[in-house]
C-alpha cells in the first residue's frame, strides 16, 4: 500500500472538499469586514513591492558586471516607490487595485466558463458555469460602480468570489464521493 495521495481517490475527494469549505469560509470572513480585507490587500501588496525592490536592488549589485545594472536598480527604485506610495496613499491604492480586481474577476470568470464547458460531462459541471458567470458579474459590477464604492468592493468581492469557489468545489467533491461509493464493490 502507498501513502501517494493521488492513488487514494478518497483523499482527493476530501481534500477538494476541505478546500471547498475552508474556501467558503475565508469568503464569508472577507464579506463580514469588507473594509478590513481591502486595506488588507493592499497594505499586503505594498509590503510585497518594497520586499521585491530591494530583491532586486540586491540582485543588481550581485549581476553587476552581466550588464544593465542602472536598469535593475531603476526596476527595483520602482517596485519600491510603487510600495511605499501604496503605503503612503492607500485610498489611492484602493482605488488602482479595485480596477485590477476588476480585470482579474473578468478573466478568471472566462477561464471559469472556459473551465466548465470542458468538466461539461461530469455530473454537476454547472456549478462551475454558475461561478463563472457570477465572477464576470461581479468583474463588471466593479467597473461600473468604481470608484464610488471602492473602499469596500474590493473586500466584499472578493469575499463572494471565494464563497462560490469554494461551494462549486464543495459540489465537484461531493459529485466524485458519490461516483467513487457507487465504484466500491
Known sequence: MTSDVS????????????TGILLSVLGIIAIVAPNFTTIFAETWIAAILIFAGFTKAVYATQTRERGGFVWKLLLSGLYIATGIMLFVYP???VLTLTLLLGTFLLTEGTFELILAFKLRPQENWTWILANGIITLVLGAIIWFQWPFNAPWLIGTLVGVSIIFTGISR????????STLSGELP
Open 91 to 93: 485610498y489611492t491604492g
Open 7 to 18: 492513488r487514494d481517490p478518497n483523499k482527493n475527494v476530501n481534500g477538494s472538499l476541505i
Open 170 to 177: 464543495v459540489m465537484l467533491a461531493l459529485s466524485g464521493r
